[in-house]
């Protein structure tokens, strides 16, 4: 318990106080003596071990207008993620991109190679070139994204706008949200977090108070406030082990599409206990062949359950 009667403490003071014992509670696994006196170490803290990783994305994109081939230069983030340069952004920010220029933390302009590209998770990985001398590079590290929880402290950093290297401070309003099936991000869930995402953060981290990676920022939504949302870190570190082989991702198809057992934007509900129901099977697909029809309950793939 602590008293604080009798004691004046400013609105801001005490706030900090506040975040730094919840922080502590959030992660109990922690040595009191190793915990930052305030709030503001612990930012501190934390981006001191991811800020010095964060590169400003800078393509060279080539579009015809007006019958006339042109070529500009857009924006967006990454993170170095290896002591050799490689570097995870967003596919968006440079599927179109005929050349990559990266500025890191020392101001140094170099340029990168697209090793591969996904765009059904919206992941790109890098390659930085002429890093002799600089190596080896700063890198964040990645978390466990499946340890998060709603509430966890988050930081978004990024160029926002073009903003060479920004951070904004929030927490995770979701862990686990879903777009839809029929969004073209329909492979993972999506951290939900009420940090700052703008035009210019795709691709940059999302970090937590331990300065680990625990997403990549790709989307916001414009017309909502405090809505951005961040690829989980798990994802991100299959995706690019995936690049890193083979340059694209291979997926399977088996034509089912599927619909949660208690869907609230249909008010449908199923009676079961787990699963997902399957709400429809493409004609001639391999899930047709092989006699799942629409109405099934999906209960285990792989012999994980669902």
């Known amino acids: 318990m602590i008293d604080i009667a009798g004691k004046k403490m400013q609105g801001t003071w005490l706030f900090l106080l506040c975040l730094t014992l919840l922080s502590s509670c959030a992660h109990p696994e922690r040595e009191v003596a190793e915990q930052p006196e305030n709030?503001?170490?612990?930012?501190?803290?934390?981006?001191?071990?991811?800020?010095?990783?964060?590169?400003?994305?800078?393509?060279?994109?080539?579009e015809y207008t007006s019958g006339?081939?042109?070529?500009?230069?857009?924006?967006?983030?990454?993170?170095?993620?290896?002591?050799?340069?490689?570097?995870?952004?967003?596919?968006?920010?440079?599927?179109?991109?005929?050349?990559v220029n990266c500025v890191l933390s020392d101001k140094d302009q170099l340029p990168a190679d697209i090793l591969g590209r996904d765009p059904d998770t919206d992941l790109a990985l890098l390659q930085l070139r002429n890093v002799e001398g600089k190596t080896p590079l700063p890198y964040g590290e990645f978390a466990d994204s499946e340890r998060l929880r709603e509430g966890d402290f988050v930081m978004a950093l990024g160029s926002p706008f073009g903003f060479n290297r920004s951070i904004s401070l929030g927490i995770l309003s979701n862990t686990r949200r879903y777009l839809g099936f029929e969004s073209e991000f329909r492979y993972n869930t999506w951290l939900q977090t009420d940090a700052a995402i703008n035009p210019g953060n795709s691709g940059g981290p999302l970090v937590n108070i331990d300065g680990k990676i625990v997403g990549i920022n790709t989307l916001g939504i414009f017309f909502g406030e405090n809505i951005g949302f961040s690829i989980p870190s798990n994802v991100v570190k299959s995706i690019c082990g995936l690049l890193q082989q083979h340059e694209t991702v291979q997926r399977a198809w088996v034509g089912l599409k599927l619909q949660p057992l208690k869907d609230f934007f249909t008010d449908t509900f199923t009676?079961?206990?787990?699963?997902?129901?399957?709400?429809?099977?493409?004609?001639?697909?391999?899930?047709?062949?092989a006699g799942v029809r629409q109405g099934d309950i999906l209960i285990e793939v792989g012999g994980v359950d669902v």
Do not use: C, M, W
């Open 68 to 99: 006339e081939k042109t070529k500009h230069q857009v924006y967006g983030s990454g993170v170095i993620i290896s002591p050799d340069g490689l570097v995870i952004t967003n596919n968006h920010v440079v599927e179109k991109a005929i050349k």
């Open 39 to 62: 709030f503001q170490e612990i930012i501190d803290r934390a981006k001191s071990r991811v800020f010095p990783a964060l590169v400003f994305v800078k393509p060279i994109v080539e």
């Open 271 to 289: 009676k079961a206990e787990s699963g997902v129901l399957i709400s429809d099977v493409e004609k001639d697909s391999p899930a047709e062949q």
